[in-house]
């Protein structure tokens, strides 16, 4: 089915600088949308724990990198204890059981969007049964012409659908 939706429009500002306007009113998120979850744990973890993971990791999001609440694409990733391979006591920290989040987003959130996001990441996991100690989380960024969330078109790229989700526009 193809959508109804206006053209894409002015598909050069994809090639912009990362200087965004805030327009989400979220603090310390330069508006973007769209984070891409993925959560790899031992597979002998109860599901009622996996999905606690799961909510977890989607409460920090939205609470840190300011996502809407109905932004939420996670893949959990259920390995083998010989699938999940974390150094045991890597810069000093004694790890039992890892928990690896990937999070794969949009460029533009500053150094300390981030690390609030790790903060609230390790908090809201500890209240799931995961150790602080056994989380790894690694941050991916990328531009918007690398994102495609269904209907075969870049809708990140498209500024009228940008301006009707509130989400930032590139600067010129």
Not at 15 to 29: E, S, W
Request: net charge neutral; charged share 20%; with cysteine.
């Amino acid at each position: 089915m193809r959508s109804t939706r206006p053209a894409m429009q002015n598909a050069h500002a994809a090639t912009a600088p990362a200087a965004h306007t805030a327009t989400t009113g979220h603090p310390g998120c330069p508006g973007e949308p769209m984070p891409l979850f993925r959560i790899s744990l031992r597979a002998d973890r109860p599901a009622s724990q996996q999905t606690a993971i799961a909510a977890a990791v989607h409460r920090a999001a939205v609470q840190t990198l300011g996502i809407p609440p109905n932004d939420r694409f996670q893949i959990i990733e259920r390995l083998s204890a010989d699938a999940l391979l974390a150094s045991a006591d890597y810069l000093d920290i004694e790890r039992r059981d890892a928990v690896i989040v990937q999070v794969t987003l949009v460029r533009g959130r500053p150094a300390p969007t981030k690390a609030a996001f790790f903060a609230a990441l390790a908090a809201e996991l500890a209240s799931a049964g995961v150790r602080r100690e056994d989380l790894l989380v690694t941050l991916t960024e990328n531009g918007r012409e690398d994102w495609s969330l269904g209907l075969g078109e870049a809708q990140l790229l498209d500024e009228h659908l940008m301006r009707r989700h509130g989400w930032a526009l590139p600067t010129a």
